[in-house]
Structure formats: C-alpha cells, structure tokens
C-alpha cells in the first residue's frame, strides 16, 4: 500500500525566510503532485512532477523530484504571507493504480510579518 | 469553462438517512474522481471514472457507498444509512486523462456533510 508523509505538519516562518517541505513515499509511481488549500477551500493544483530530476518552479514556489529516493520538495522562497496556506503533495500510484492518488496530511504554511 | 461544480455544498442529515450529491465535471474532461476530506486530513481517495466506467474504488468504501456517472458526464455519489463517521468534506475533481500527459486533477469546491 502506498504511503505518503509530508514534514513538517506545521511551519511558522518569517516573511523573507527560505524553508523547504519535504514529501517522502513509499512506492514507485508514476506522477507526484502538489496542491495548495486554503482555508474552507477547495484544493488548487500547483505542478505536477512526472519524471526523476523534474524541477518546476512558478513565482516563490520551487518543487522537485527525486525518484530513486522516493522524495519530492517543495522549497519557498523568500516567503510572502500570501504563501500562508496548507500544502499537500499527492502521489499516483504505478500503471496498476493509475488514478488513483494518495494524499500525504499536509504541511500548514503560517508567514508572519 | 466554469470549473468542476459540485451541488449542494452543505448538507446536514439525521443519522440513518441516505444522501445524495452531485458533480458536474469541467466539459471534455474525461477522468472523474471522488475524495473525502476530514479536517486536518489529507484528501481520501473514494473512487474514480474514465468516462461511464468506474476504473477504481478505495477499499475503503463501504458498500453503503455508490458512485456512478451515467453518459460519463456528471457524477454522482450516493450514501445511504449515514453514520456520524461520513461527516467530512466530499471532494469531486476532473481531469482530460491520456496515457503520458501532466493530467491535472481540477477540484471542485466541495460538499460539506454533517451527520447528527
């Protein structure tokens, strides 16, 4: 069975500070992916990482993948407290289990001023 | 393209009664999935479709639990005999699908169950 454990669970920064969240999974698979949840909100898809060494980067946020160790990245940048939010990553399993994506628990992202 | 629609977006219920909602997917998508979310909790996934057909269904489902998606259109998904345990945040999302592509899955805002 699949396994997805993000760390931390919860992050307080500093505006301007760099941190990164980590996303470790048990299995191989063939997709990685990140959304983004704001509060009573639905989920906003950030990227999607599909092959080892893939790097995709969109404004502060800069993610990869590392499939040989089964772990994918989420680094910020210089946080802003528009960043604040809870971050999930989301793995989808091998050909067998194609579409279906098992959800790590989340890292809640607070930038304070 | 008005996004994925999921309709109502709170129901509460009484302990024993069936629910019923509704998904509309974003058009031309293909893929369809159902999650659970319960506060703290990462999505769950519940079931998926490629088109009328249901590919995938979590383990996790009871069989007080139904999907279908008739005319791989809109979705819905059934729960009958509630229990307080299905209170949570039912997640609908669309995708295109295809063998190789990025494949994004696009969530709908969600239905909010809450059973007393």
């Known amino acids: 069975e699949l396994k997805v454990e993000q760390n931390p669970l919860f992050l307080s920064m500093q505006e301007g500070k760099n941190y990164t969240i980590y996303c470790n999974y048990s299995?191989?698979?063939?997709?990685l992916y990140w959304y983004r949840q704001d509060p009573g909100k639905s989920l906003e898809s950030l990227f999607v990482l599909l092959s080892n060494g893939a790097v995709k980067q969109e404004g502060r946020l800069m993610a990869s993948l590392d499939t040989k160790a089964r772990l994918s990245t989420l680094h910020i940048t210089a946080a802003v407290h528009d960043l604040s939010a809870t971050y999930f990553c989301a793995v989808e399993g091998g050909h067998t289990n194609a579409g279906k994506s098992t959800f790590g628990d989340g890292t809640t992202l607070t930038v304070k001023p | 393209d008005t996004g994925v629609s999921q309709d109502p977006r709170h129901k509460i219920t009484k302990r024993g009664q069936n629910v019923t909602f509704r998904c509309d997917p974003i058009s031309e998508h293909n893929r369809l999935y159902w999650y659970r979310q319960t506060l703290g909790q990462g999505p769950e996934f519940l079931t998926y479709f490629q088109n009328e057909a249901q590919l995938e269904k979590s383990r996790l489902l009871s069989d007080r639990f139904s999907a279908e998606r008739p005319k791989g259109s809109f979705s819905t998904l059934e729960i009958q005999r509630t229990e307080q345990g299905d209170s949570a945040m039912y997640l609908c999302?669309?995708?295109?699908?295809?063998?190789?592509?990025?494949?994004?899955?696009?969530f709908g805002p969600g239905t909010r169950l809450t059973v007393l």
């Open positions: 999302a669309s995708s295109k699908g295809g063998p190789r592509g990025t494949d994004t899955q696009y």
């Open positions: 299995t191989t698979s063939d997709r």
